[in-house]
């Protein structure tokens, strides 16, 4: 029974020596990083958001992209989700073999997949011309991104098309009075 415990150890021991990035990182929101973003400079951090735009893909292995981390990121309009106010959103560079793995990012027509982006805080990088960003080492998907649909709205297609009709009766008048 006494061997066990020293066995136990030399098999755990290696596993805590290991640094992981996630263990020492602390929870902030977009909103925090953009109150004072100085404050955070060289800090590992998690930030939950909805990946937008577009996928920067660069030569040197990294990729860009936009963190939202504002209320429609959890609840978009199309979704039933209530207008409270703008967007917030964060630059986030990954390594470009992780962001491949992710379904595309948020646009008009998708919400992009929600994550959990770890990395390290950059304030004003030197290194990438002044840059703000994370630095990211990991990414969790907390929900798979997925298409939008906004259906047809009854209201403006009357408009519309009532708006078509008027256009024509006024095209049809104006053509009869100049040959007639």
Not at 58 to 79: F, I, K, V
Not at 102 to 117: E, I, M, N, S, T
Request: negative net charge; aromatic residues 8%.
């Amino acid at each position: 029974m006494r061997r066990i415990g020293p066995a136990l150890l030399l098999v755990f021991l290696p596993a805590l020596l290991i640094p992981n990035p996630g263990w020492a990182a602390t929870d902030v929101t977009v909103s925090e990083l953009l109150q004072d973003p100085a404050a955070f400079e060289g800090r590992t951090m998690s930030v939950v958001g909805e990946l937008v735009g577009d996928y920067g893909f660069r030569r040197d292995g990294w990729a860009w992209s936009q963190l939202n981390g504002d209320s429609y990121a959890t609840a978009p309009l199309l979704e039933g989700g209530a207008l409270s106010g703008s967007n917030a959103g964060i630059g986030i560079r990954a390594p470009a073999h992780v962001i491949r793995a992710l379904d595309p990012p948020g646009d008009y027509h998708h919400r992009g997949p929600l994550v959990r982006a770890t990395g390290t805080w950059r304030y004003h990088d030197e290194d990438r011309g002044g840059e703000t960003y994370l630095d990211v080492t990991s990414i969790e998907v907390l929900r798979s991104g997925a298409e939008l649909s906004e259906g047809l709205n009854p209201v403006v297609a009357g408009v519309g098309a009532f708006l078509v009709v008027i256009a024509l009766w006024l095209g049809y008048r104006s053509r009869k009075r100049s040959t007639g």
